[in-house]
């Protein structure tokens, strides 16, 4: 019944990458790890990309749920590994940090002119990391949510330190959007 031949990039329903993006120490690590563990983690190696797989369910219906915590000192220059692989980015700032948020502009415009010429469309996630650093807060709520509505992208603030529930909500998001992709 379904029409998932041929050499068009689909989703299987039942399978999903995710693909972290963002700037050194924005807090994809973190935040990776407290999705898969719900705990708040500092110690692990700052250069190593992985991907991890969990197995979740959501809206009731089952997926392998696979996520590269990528790790990029020099930004999006070699992004091909990761751009054909996923099937929804998640691109991530840190409220408390401006370069981070300049510097995942770039990622939004590689993702941007990527989408340009890949059907289906990838969907895309902004995140704003280190929401518990309000004190010291660089980064307007309202400016993520300007720059994510120029991109076309949802937008959520969260915490990598905080409460789970938040993080898995923008992870499980992240699943509804590729489904349907
Ligand atoms: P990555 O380079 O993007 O993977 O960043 P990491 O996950 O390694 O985080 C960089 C630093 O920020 C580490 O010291 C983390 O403990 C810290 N960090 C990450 N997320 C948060 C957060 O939500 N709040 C606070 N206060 N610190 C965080
Ligand atoms: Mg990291």
Known sequence: MSMMFGKVKTC???????????????????????????????????????????????????????VMDTC????????????????????????????SFNGCQLYLQTLASHNKTFRPQT????LGNKKDMDRYRQVRQSDGEALASHFGCVFFEVSACQDFHSVQQVFHEAVRRARKG
């Open 123 to 126: 969907p895309i996630i902004l």
């Open 72 to 99: 990029e000192q020099e930004g999006p220059v070699n992004s091909e590994r990761y751009l054909s692989w996923a099937n929804v980015f998640l691109v991530v700032y840190s409220i408390d940090n401006m370069e």
């Open 12 to 66: 299987n329903p039942a399978e999903c990458n995710l693909v972290i993006l963002g700037v050194m120490g924005c807090g994809k690590s973190a935040l990776t790890v407290k999705f898969l563990t719900k705990r708040f983690i500092t110690e692990y190696d700052p250069n190593l990309e992985d991907v991890y797989s969990s197995e979740e369910v959501v809206d009731q219906q089952p997926v392998t749920l696979r």
